[in-house]
């Protein structure tokens, strides 16, 4: 157990909805991390934020949005759904915001679009 | 851009054999190199990671990796395969100080087997 939680464990839902993914770092860490897995993409990051402020973007679309709250955790908004969308959302958390903190990850949420 | 890349999607071993699992990295200064594992339905964990110092980095389970700067490689390595090692293995790079875009960027994965 890496003292990520994550939540839902799975979401289904139909193309054009919109949802939110729960993320809660472990107890300390500072610095929140979203990732994407899919088959055809592989893992890749999506955005990262430090206590509370975006700190670094990636591969994200303009369609997701992320927040991160005063008590550190974390949601990540999907909107307007589309088939391609179905992956494997993780989250990961690390002390703090920079360099090569290990980064511990949650058991992710498996959403489905159909 | 940082870039990796895991040679092999799937890896099958006999139980008891040599585990090798390679990566390369094309950077021209040295990143930050990483192993994650992904068992089935669970998150990454780290294996080991290479900051700087001593190129040969031993990490949990049994597992080490060397880097090598003339070969752009961090290649995986454990002498005796176990049942229990079955799983994703993700190599991944995170780039040095001034490098610009602080982030995680990860190779395919390799999914290895191993055969009783």
């Known amino acids: 157990d890496s003292g990520v939680t994550q939540t839902p464990k799975h979401l289904i839902t139909a193309t054009g909805q919109r949802v939110t993914l729960r993320c809660s770092p472990r107890s300390g860490d500072l610095s929140v991390y979203w990732y994407q897995q899919s088959l055809d993409q592989g893992l890749q990051f999506l955005i990262q934020?430090?206590?509370?402020?975006?700190?670094a973007k990636g591969n994200i679309l303009e369609r997701f949005s992320a927040q991160q709250f005063p008590d550190l955790h974390s949601e990540l908004n999907l909107s307007s759904l589309e088939l391609g969308d179905s992956a494997l959302y993780f989250c990961?958390?690390?002390?703090?915001?920079?360099?090569?903190?290990?980064?511990?990850f949650g058991p992710g949420t498996r959403l489905t679009v159909l | 851009a940082q870039s990796v890349t895991q040679l092999g999607s799937h890896v099958s071993v006999s139980e008891g054999a040599l585990v090798l699992l390679r990566c390369n990295y094309s950077s021209s200064v040295p990143p930050y190199l990483f192993w994650y594992v992904q068992y089935p339905n669970q998150g990454l964990q780290l294996l080991l990671k290479?900051?700087?110092?001593?190129?040969l980095v031993k990490g949990i389970n049994g597992f080490e990796a060397e880097f090598k700067k003339s070969e752009t490689s961090f290649h995986l390595t454990k002498p005796s395969a176990h049942m229990s090692d079955a799983a994703e293995y993700f190599c991944a790079v995170w780039p040095p100080s001034g490098a610009g875009s602080y982030q995680l960027t990860f190779g395919k994965g390799t999914k290895l087997s191993v055969i009783p």
């Open positions: 290479y900051t700087t110092g001593a190129t």
């Open positions: 990961a958390s690390s002390q703090a915001g920079g360099s090569y903190n290990e980064q511990f």
């Open positions: 934020y430090y206590n509370g402020e975006e700190r």
